[in-house]
């Protein structure tokens, strides 16, 4: 009976290997840890399962264990789909990005910027890419509407880390 038993994890605890060497290389594309540690622990759970067969004598640990693990499996691989889409789809950044962009350009309103629109935020890997529209005062020199233009520019990628932006400036009244 428990010798039965041993098969369908020490086939899983094969079936296994590949997929930790697999996740550990792949550090390129998404740097995810849960598989790894999700492979960890299903093969702590074959260990409990085949010690408690061959030497408890416990015939249930088997089917529960197998439960457990099938479930644990399903939690992994929903939690790693989601990590991929996230990282493969442009998903525009949260809402407190919008703020802390719309605080910045507010600092420079006494110097002639009046405010910003069209303003377009995405998430590509860990890189985050923001555009904006700039509305700089018309009667601004060119030499002056740029250089604020850049110190805004600068403002932004200093205070959200990992991002690139790109400003487009518009004349105003
Ligand atoms: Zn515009």
Not at 20 to 37: E, L, M, P
Not at 66 to 79: D, T
């Amino acid at each position: 009976m428990a010798k039965r038993n041993r098969i369908p994890f020490l086939f899983l605890f094969v079936q296994n290997r590949p997929f930790t060497h697999r996740n550990r290389r792949a550090k390129g594309v998404v740097r995810s840890r849960t598989g790894y540690y999700a492979v960890t622990n299903i093969n702590t759970g074959v260990l409990i399962a085949l010690l408690l067969t061959a030497f408890g004598g416990w015939s249930l640990a088997d089917p529960l264990i197998s439960l457990v693990i099938a479930l644990y499996i399903i939690k992994s691989a929903i939690g790693l789909a989601h990590e991929s889409i996230n990282v493969l789809m442009d998903r525009s950044l949260p809402v407190e990005i919008d703020r802390t962009i719309a605080e910045i350009v507010a600092r420079y309103r006494t110097m002639g910027v009046r405010g910003f629109h069209d303003l377009r935020t995405r998430r590509s890997g860990s890189q985050k890419f923001i555009d904006l529209h700039l509305e700089v005062d018309r009667d601004k020199r060119f030499e002056e509407a740029h250089g604020l233009t850049v110190r805004v520019l600068r403002a932004i990628e200093a205070e959200i880390p990992r991002s690139k932006v790109h400003i487009h400036s518009d004349p105003v009244e």
